[in-house]
């Protein structure tokens, strides 16, 4: 490819694999542009959402599109992501250099290992429903209540392709746990452990990133992620309101 070829892919490779793993759309934005000013390209415009990246190297030069299907959290990969654009705009490395250190850490294993989310998972549970004023009593059927919930969350995903379910039959898992915990004089306070257990399915930066990108002016990417996290959080309240209803 040629040297401008080159910089186009490059720019949305790490645009998109800073979009996939929760970036926010401004950051984005910013650094895909940086990269390519960084090689004198000093017109190029970058439109990024949710859903898809275009990028083209100047107003009048043909635009390339890059679609996003899967989107995850993982910002280690976002802060590797990050110093690799670093050492691109200081000059320390090359066009070539740098997709080839992309490439690599896109297909590099920084996840953590499904047993260490469990046990994290688990555990923030347990802590959750101690920090909304539940007691020490609540805290086992929170953490056992909270680690079936993703363990069902995690294995769902991968079952069904259409978004949400996997988090509402999580919910579904969480309230019959707590619910039959409690009917076995396991915990005190019901509520507290539901609302403990449901925490570690709450999308978190989806919410934080939906704010940044609005309050950035990035009405559209911001829009659509809040309505992403407000149909997530749907589908978790309607879970544990499905449980409420029949206990």
């Not at 645009?15 to 895909?32: C, H, I, L, S, W």
């Not at 320390?92 to 590099?108: C, P």
Request: glycine share 8%; with cysteine; net charge negative.
């Amino acid at each position: 490819m040629e040297r401008t070829e080159d910089l186009i892919e490059l720019c949305l490779l790490i645009g998109k694999m800073m979009m996939q793993n929760g970036a926010e759309t401004y950051r984005v934005e910013d650094t895909m542009t940086r990269i390519a000013q960084s090689f004198g390209r000093d017109e190029a415009q970058s439109y990024v959402t949710p859903t898809g990246i275009v990028f083209t190297i100047s107003p009048g030069a043909p635009a390339k599109l890059v679609r996003i299907s899967d989107r995850a959290t993982n910002l280690e990969k976002v802060k590797l992501a990050n110093n690799v654009s670093r050492n691109i705009t200081s000059g320390d490395m090359s066009i070539q250099e740098a997709y080839k250190e992309l490439r690599k850490i896109e297909t590099s294993p920084t996840d953590y290992s499904m047993l260490m989310q469990i046990i994290a998972a688990t555990l923030a549970s347990g802590f959750f429903s101690i920090m909304f004023q539940g007691s020490w009593y609540d805290f086992l059927p929170a953490c056992i209540a909270g680690g079936l919930g993703f363990i069902a969350l995690i294995n769902f995903i991968r079952l069904f392709e259409i978004k949400f379910v996997a988090e509402f039959i999580a919910s579904l898992m969480i309230g019959f746990t707590a619910f039959f915990l409690f009917s076995l004089g396991i915990g005190e306070e019901v509520d507290k452990v539901v609302v403990g257990s449901v925490m570690p399915l709450v999308p978190g930066l989806l919410i934080t990133n939906a704010v940044r990108d609005l309050m950035a002016g990035h009405l559209i990417s911001g829009l659509a992620k809040g309505a992403e996290a407000f149909l997530t959080a749907f589908a978790i309240g309607a879970g544990i309101a499905v449980m409420f209803a029949l206990f």
